[in-house]
């Protein structure tokens, strides 16, 4: 069971995390680049970053909050990959690190749960990852591109992590368990969290155009359903190969 | 009775037998979301940047 979930997950997550950097290229990447260039104050209406103040945060590209070429912030001493093959590795190696981190969450879900899956029952796994992980966080944390206003860091990790304990959670008692109490009690979990609400920016406002901020929410969720799809499918199909012969 | 007790048995040694990997996968599953999508080193953050966008994972 230790070799046929390991495998299962690193296979899967390895194959998702290189597959999904090549949408990216064409997806999200090409919006966060754009985006870091209203960012870096080289177009657009420079009055509009005086905005940030207490309690409030630019979100940055990374860590140069601009161009890497040019490391004139105050970050000048931190490391940052150089824009280009060398940008393009550490997304690709973080992009497989994520998958692998999903498809092994996924696929230990598969082996306790104990029924057949393949890979089309993996698909409906990896939409249930979708509507847990970005679908559910999305309505209280819309995708950011860098250059976008947002509160506290931590405040908004926070109610990540609660946001999809309690969809996860919602989705369980919906699925796994019958009759009308359990439903209920999957909805209250579902809504919970959005009716707490996640923590929001003071004002709004920053440098990026509502258009390509809107643009990169949709190509966000695009790539994560894809992402989703893809890891569940994979998962599946190799939980099914490795399936101990009776 | 016997058999009743090795069925019993039986059925929790399969459950230990998953119950351990899967919680040792659900582990280092979330040590490398967090490491890379969440953890606070400058570094860390600085590589995974497009990556914590694209998953729209909370950044900066």
Not at chain 1, 44 to 70: E, M, T, V, Y
Not at chain 1, 113 to 128: C, D, E
Not at chain 1, 153 to 182: D, E, H, Y
């Amino acid at each position: 069971m230790f070799r046929r979930i390991f495998a299962t997950a690193l296979i899967a997550g390895l194959l998702s995390g290189f597959g999904i950097s090549v949408v990216q290229e064409f997806t999200t990447t090409p919006i966060i680049i754009h985006a870091e260039k209203f960012e870096g104050g080289k177009v657009g209406d420079p009055q509009k970053q005086s905005l940030p103040h207490r309690g409030l945060k630019l979100i940055s590209p990374a860590l140069a909050h601009g161009d890497n070429s040019k490391k004139t912030h105050s970050d000048e001493g931190a490391w940052a990959p150089d824009d280009g093959i060398e940008r393009t590795l550490f997304t690709t190696i973080a992009n497989v690190l994520t998958g692998t981190g999903f498809a092994l969450i996924m696929v230990a879900c598969f082996a306790i749960a104990g029924s057949p899956i393949n890979g089309r029952t993996g698909v409906l796994w990896g939409l249930a990852g979708f509507g847990i992980i970005s679908l559910a966080p999305a309505l209280g944390l819309p995708p950011e591109v860098p250059g976008a206003m947002a509160a506290e860091l931590s405040g908004r990790q926070t109610w990540w992590f609660f946001c999809v304990a309690a969809t996860a959670a919602g989705l369980w008692c919906m699925i796994f368990r019958k009759g009308v109490p359990w439903a209920l009690a999957g909805i209250i979990l579902v809504a919970l969290p959005h009716l707490i609400g996640a923590p929001q920016p003071e004002r709004v406002g920053g440098p990026v155009p509502p258009e390509i901020a809107a643009h990169f929410v949709a190509a966000s969720l695009f790539t994560a359903a894809v992402f989703w799809c893809l890891t569940g499918w994979l998962a599946g199909t190799f939980w099914a190969r490795f399936a101990p012969e009776e | 009775m016997t058999q009743q007790n090795n069925q019993t048995l039986g059925t929790i040694g399969v459950k230990t037998q998953v119950a351990a990997p899967a919680l040792l996968a659900l582990l280092l599953g979330a040590f490398l979301i967090i490491g890379t999508g969440f953890a606070h080193s400058d570094a860390i953050h600085s590589a995974a940047h497009d990556s914590r966008h694209s998953f729209a994972f909370p950044c900066h």
